[in-house]
């Protein structure tokens, strides 16, 4: 192997954005270090939008000395990646207008860091890589929690987060240890080939890895037991910040997760699967319980999702439980973090728009939404009705896939669990929707007018979650196809 | 895309055009533009019937998500078309009825009311018109999700929102239950197609052994009960009675809570024939028969008893429905889907003819209390005309259609006990018992409706509004269900190959040419003294009434299995409640105790599973005084930590134990190691103390010892689980060694590096770029702090 002659224009996308990233971070050194400066939002939005065009032209598939692969699957979540990152950046350009003690070119720079630590992550094929990946986007957002600094909530979760996701990552990197002490490489493919003879000699000394790097991911995605930073860093976190973490943190956190144990720790014939596929659905029953049973009770809009996001991950967890046909579970995950990805969004717009405006992040901010602003009432409906999973929205397509992949394939208490606790989340998501529909507004509260921004975010989301509700063969099709 | 797919969608269309109606044309009623579809649809349905000559199923595919098997297909059989006459039929009445009862003020939301009214109808003509399970399942919560919006149509009153939330939770819940059910039909057979799956079933026999039969059969039925409101589902309906009376007469009770019904009817063929499904819907039908009825004596409200009389009449086509499934064995139980059938149009005609009065009375009087109403006879003849009908076919008095269908009934559970299957033998005895009791509770319920509203005296000074007749816009609808009343009563047979055959085949497929003949005189027979003593006996509980409703059992107004739906949702609030408080403290201790405490039990058990506890000193080195005194002085520090108050002093101590490995690695003869050990330990003491030294004084807290207690037993767990692994893995080496990666450096130092001091060539050639960024982040680091304590600092002063 040589630096010289690898393919290094498989990694012209991450090239791109880095270069991006540190172009935008030095125009903000020289333009001053407050003021607003929606130019350099705008060119964050471009710079991702022209690496995920990069990304799409560069889908072919390879691999820089095993340490880097470009493969459809990594393709179509940097794609999910960067268009997430993209609205959350729409998202805060308002916010930022709002809140003048946040440095801006800070933030997007640092948006920008985290979306390529994503990048980096979803494309790895080999453990440092990922790890470095995974600590790029995390530092990035442990940084971003925090950035309004004379707010103590928001100090607060971003200390929380920090020490909590630094013990993740010692997790991890525990975990990664025994395996490169086991097999001598740092490569995931290359593990992949010999875990399974290694199984048979050092089972206790596999599982062990898999259980530590699991309880290091599983912090990232917010599962429970490790989910309990994710309502307190939520709630002080700037509002895009939260957007942020809550979609591109996760889905990120899902795609490694995806790409290690569907890669290395499946062993041949799937020997290994069976030794963690019912600790995942364990931890899938628990998190959906636990979620969905917390979320009924809060009152801040934020925590609320934080604790629908939770319970959001155990379902997304169902089908690596439930399955033993990687590419079909990838496909569905895929579909679902799809369509998660813009329900999220859009909800987080209209969360950031309202909150902003009210000053509160309690429920009463919602009320009477209706009366203001009819279409982000109806919006905020779809989104939430989406996440609940009902039908005509592209929720009820994701959940009703999993939920039948997982009943196929026998699993019927998780398929179960997850039916029940859908029920408990069409409660408290339907008591936002009351709230914005049913209660008069505060009496100082008028009408509510959207900047372009945020109408053009909550346009695309309410698009995507209403066409691939309606015409869901439009994606599916095409993801059940693939070889992921 | 067929006519047919047009059909189901045309409401939805419409509705999209309905907000540009309210706000072009703001002075016409909005109703007068929507009325047109539904009539257009009813015409163009009618000709579907067949006179004459069998039914053509009609069958349009549509591909949707062809990867799932999922595709709007139509499927137009006799019992589709039957709900879909039903549907559009009924809804222009509701629609023309509409547009006098709701006035066209000037804050009326009328653009709301139509959009979700035709969002209903389309969704409801799309359950009744697919094959497709997943379509279906779509179609159905839509039409749940209307219904709730327009119970809380008039969403000021606390009331309305309370119907509609109830409404939506317990409808959609059993949706979801109907959609785990159609999954697992789904799983069994592979298809999402009704129709696939009958052929499947038919084919193969021996299905009912599957062992997801039975969950599956529960499952959709849980979804068919709570629509068509069965006991104990049966608690929304009467609180959806907080909307608009248009919209009770057309959603709760003459179409959505027959879906219930439409999906049992549907399933028939799948499921019938099995003892389970003809016992589970007979007794839940029976029992929602009598529960109803009973509960509807005690009520003052003239919607409630409505709500309460269409429970029970719900029960009743379910029960029948139940009994008739039987015939998949003995053809005796025919008799009873003929019934049901039958009734189900009745049903839709006079309740639906008693809705809309009742909202005339209110519209007129200002109030649907019977205790405030009284001697309205002679004020509205008119609507006491159409009443009278309404009412009498209700409690099944000839010559209306109630009594035929009601005969029918009494034919039907006669018929059963005869059954000599499924235990029917020992229990049969029950079901005309349990149908005659019902009966005369619905007799009087039905004087009381009579008696209370329009005989009795006037009570003007009780009554918000002067009462008079209704304008003759809102009598027309009614007028048009109490003919039908009357023509169906007179002349049955005009339905009865016509709409009642072709549905009943969808029911019973394997009836080639079923005999249906309804007539009102069948001489003495059980059925009419059954009749008699219900006409007897129902006076008597009438005449009685106030004695009655003392006594009556334990039933108040107020149905009592509402204590569960509002405690149950309150203890999922309170549990939810306890599960955050349990957690969410707020404390990174805490969290870190319960990472800490799942991994050791995971951790634990893996140990435990591969029976990995393992200890193997083979190929230990031996250990020498030295490093038996450093290590137990490691320890020592290690445990004092915790202990100490001070903070310098704590980290000190920490300083101590780095140098303390520092000599272990001397010890290791690692020289090189010890040296940079020895550095960055210094700079990290002195880097720490000069941090704290500007940082705030540390709180004092104090801890109790149950508190104190956890968190070592935490820690010790979280130390010995690791130390076991740390032995465990040692031990499992079998004394096997890779190749140490040092024999690379000692082969290539000189020659590509050309230095002889390994540790220095790595540190400065082979590793370079690593050690020059660690300086980097040390040089960066050093100066943050630097920032951070000249923040502090006063004006002149130097560090």
């Known amino acids: ?484 | 895309m067929s006519t047919l797919h047009l059909l189901v969608l045309a409401p939805f269309i419409m509705a999209i055009f309905v907000p540009f109606f309210y706000k072009g044309f703001r002075r016409i009623h909005t109703g007068w533009f929507v009325l047109a579809l539904p009539l257009l649809l009813f015409i163009y349905l009618l000709r579907f019937i067949p006179i004459g000559e069998p039914l053509q199923v009609v069958k349009e595919t549509m591909d949707w998500v062809p990867s799932l098997g999922i595709g709007f297909n139509i499927y137009l059989d006799g019992l589709s078309l039957l709900f879909a006459l039903l549907i559009t039929g009924i809804g222009t009445l509701v629609v023309l009825y509409s547009i006098f009862y709701i006035a066209n003020k000037k804050d009326e939301p009328l653009n709301n009311f139509y959009v979700y009214l035709l969002m209903f109808m389309g969704a409801m003509l799309g359950v009744v018109l697919s094959d497709n399970l997943i379509v279906i399942y779509v179609f159905w919560e839509l039409t749940s999700l209307a219904s709730s919006l327009l119970i809380a149509y008039w969403f000021h009153k606390e009331k309305s929102r309370y119907g509609a939330q109830k409404s939506m939770l317990i409808t959609v819940t059993g949706g979801f239950a109907m959609l785990a059910g159609f999954c697992l039909l789904y799983i069994m057979t592979g298809t999402f197609s009704i129709q696939g799956i009958i052929s499947f079933f038919a084919e193969s026999g021996a299905i009912f052994n599957e062992a997801l039969f039975l969950p599956a059969m529960i499952l959709i039925l849980l979804g068919a009960f709570t629509k068509s409101a069965q006991f104990p589902f049966h608690i929304w309906l009467p609180d959806a009675m907080e909307a608009p009376t248009p919209v009770s007469a057309y959603l709760h009770s003459a179409t959505m809570v027959k879906a219930g019904i439409y999906l049992v009817a549907r399933f028939t063929p799948v499921f019938g024939g099995t003892p389970e499904w003809f016992w589970i819907i007979t007794s839940f039908g029976l029992l929602t028969l009598i529960w109803g009825s009973i509960s509807a004596i005690r009520q003052v409200d003239l919607k409630a008893i409505l709500a309460f009389s269409t429970i029970s009449q719900l029960g009743l086509i379910m029960a029948l429905l139940g009994l008739g499934s039987a015939s998949f064995i003995d053809n005796v139980a025919e008799v009873a889907i003929i019934a049901a059938i039958f009734h189900l149009i009745n049903h839709a005609t006079f309740k639906g003819s008693l809705f809309m009065v009742v909202g005339i009375v209110d519209h007129e009087t200002g109030t649907r209390d019977i205790r405030k109403l009284g001697g309205l006879m002679a004020i509205m003849p008119i609507t006491f005309t159409i009443s009278i009908i309404g009412i009498a076919s209700m409690a099944g008095l000839p010559p209306f259609n109630g009594f035929l269908s009601k005969e029918m009934f009494f034919t039907g559970v006669l018929e059963a006990t005869t059954l000599n299957i499924f235990n029917v033998q020992t229990l049969g005895f029950i079901f005309p018992i349990v149908a005659w009791i019902a009966s005369v509770f619905t007799f009087a319920y039905c004087m009381i409706m009579f008696f209370k509203t329009f005989t009795g005296k006037y009570q003007p000074e009780k009554l918000e509004k002067k009462a008079h007749e209704a304008p003759i816009g809102l009598l027309i609808s009614p007028i048009v269900l109490a003919s039908l009343v009357v023509i169906f009563g007179l002349f049955p047979n005009m339905l009865s190959y016509t709409i009642i055959e072709p549905a009943m085949q969808s029911v019973l497929p394997y009836v080639s040419d079923p005999y249906i003949n309804i007539y009102h005189w069948h001489g003495f027979n059980a059925e009419l003294f059954m009749t008699i003593g219900v006409v007897l006996f129902g006076t008597v509980v009438f005449l009685n009434l106030k004695r009655w409703q003392e006594t009556t059992f334990f039933l108040h107004e107020r149905d009592p299995l509402n204590r569960f739906y509002d405690g149950g949702l309150e203890g999922l609030v309170a549990g939810s409640q306890r599960v955050t408080n349990l957690q969410l403290t707020g404390l990174l201790r805490d969290y870190f105790a319960y990472m800490m405490v799942f991994m050791i039990l995971l951790l634990g058990w893996t140990f435990f599973r591969y029976d990995a506890v393992a200890f193997n000193f083979v190929d230990v080195s031996e250990i020498s005084p030295y490093l038996w005194i450093i290590t137990l002085a490691l320890i020592a520090a290690t445990i004092s930590v915790p202990f100490i108050q001070h903070r310098v002093t704590a980290i000190i101590v920490v300083g101590v134990i780095g140098f303390l490995i520092a000599l272990l690695f001397v010890v290791f003869r690692a020289p090189d190691l010890a040296l940079t050990q020895l550095l960055v330990e210094t700079v990290m003491v002195v880097l720490f103390l000069l941090c704290f030294y500007h940082l705030p004084e540390l709180r004092k807290e104090s801890f109790k010892a149950r508190f104190k207690m956890t968190n070592l037993i935490i820690s010790v767990g979280m130390g010995a689980i690791v130390t076991l692994i740390a032995f465990s893995a040692h031990a499992a080496r079998h004394g096997l060694s890779f190749e140490p990666i040092s024999q690379y450096f000692v082969e290539n130092s000189v020659p590509l590096a050309g230095g002889y001091n390994m540790v220095n060539v790595i540190l400065v050639d082979f590793r370079g770029l690593d050690t020059m960024l660690e300086v980097l982040v040390l040089g960066v680091a050093a100066l943050g702090i630097v920032a951070l304590i000249k923040l502090k600092m006063k004006e002149g002063q130097d560090i």
């Open chain 1, 1 to 484: 192997m040589s630096a010289y002659n690898a393919n290094w224009s498989l990694m012209t996308p991450e090239i791109v954005l880095g270069i991006l990233a540190l172009v935008i971070f030095t125009i903000d050194f020289m333009t001053g270090v407050k003021g607003k400066k929606p130019f350099l939002g705008r060119m964050s939005i471009i710079a991702l939008l022209v690496t995920a065009v990069l990304v799409y032209i560069n889908r072919g598939a390879g691999t820089i000395a095993d340490i880097f692969i470009v493969d459809h699957f990594s393709t179509m979540f940097k794609i999910i990646l960067l268009v997430g990152v993209a609205i959350v950046i729409a998202i805060s350009m308002h916010y930022l207008d709002k809140n003048d003690d946040v440095y801006q070119g800070e933030f997007y720079s640092l948006m920008l860091f985290a979306a390529l630590g994503a990048m980096l992550m979803v494309s790895s094929a080999d453990l440092i890589t990922l790890y470095i990946g995974l600590e790029l986007l995390s530092i990035s957002s442990y940084c971003l929690a925090g950035f309004k600094k004379h707010n103590r909530k928001s100090t607060e979760g971003a200390i929380k987060y920090v020490v909590l996701g630094g013990t993740a990552s010692a997790f991890i990197l525990y975990g990664m240890s025994f395996l490169y002490g086991l097999t001598g490489t740092t490569s995931i493919i290359d593990i992949s080939q010999v875990i399974s003879s290694l199984y048979v000699d050092y089972p206790f000394i596999v599982v062990m890895s898999i259980l530590f790097m699991l309880a290091g991911f599983g912090f990232k995605i917010s599962i429970v037991p490790f989910h309990m930073w994710a309502p307190d860093v939520y709630e002080g976190s700037p509002t895009p910040v939260t957007a942020f973490l809550s979609v591109v943190s996760k889905i990120a956190g899902f795609a490694i997760v995806l790409r290690v144990f569907f890669t290395t720790f499946l062993g041949s014939e799937g020997v290994l699967y069976d030794e963690w596929t019912w600790i995942i659905a364990i931890i899938a029953t628990v998190t959906m319980i636990v979620g969905n049973l917390i979320a009924l009770t809060q009152k801040n809009i934020k925590r609320l999702m934080a604790y629908s996001g939770v319970a959001q991950a155990g379902y997304l967890l169902v089908p690596i439980a439930a399955i033993f046909i990687p590419s079909y579970s990838i496909g569905v995950i895929i579909f679902y973090s799809i369509v998660y990805v813009f329900m999220t969004l859009g909800a987080f717009a209209i969360i950031t728009l309202v909150t902003e405006d009210s000053g509160r992040d309690d429920f009463s901010s919602f009320s009477g939404l209706y009366k203001r602003s009819p279409y982000m009432a109806i919006a905020m409906s779809v989104f939430l009705l989406g996440l609940a999973g009902l039908p005509l929205t592209a929720g009820f397509v994701g959940k009703a896939w999993i939920f039948i992949s997982a009943a196929q394939a026998g699993m019927l208490w998780l398929a179960g669990v997850m039916f029940v606790t859908s029920v408990i989340s069409f409660y408290y998501y339907f008591g936002v929707i009351k709230q914005m529909f049913m209660n008069e507004p505060n009496p100082n509260d008028v009408e509510l007018k959207a900047p372009l921004s945020i109408s053009v975010v909550v346009t695309i989301a309410l698009a995507v979650t209403i066409i691939l509700g309606v015409l869901p063969g439009l994606m599916i099709d095409w993801i059940a196809y693939i070889q992921w």
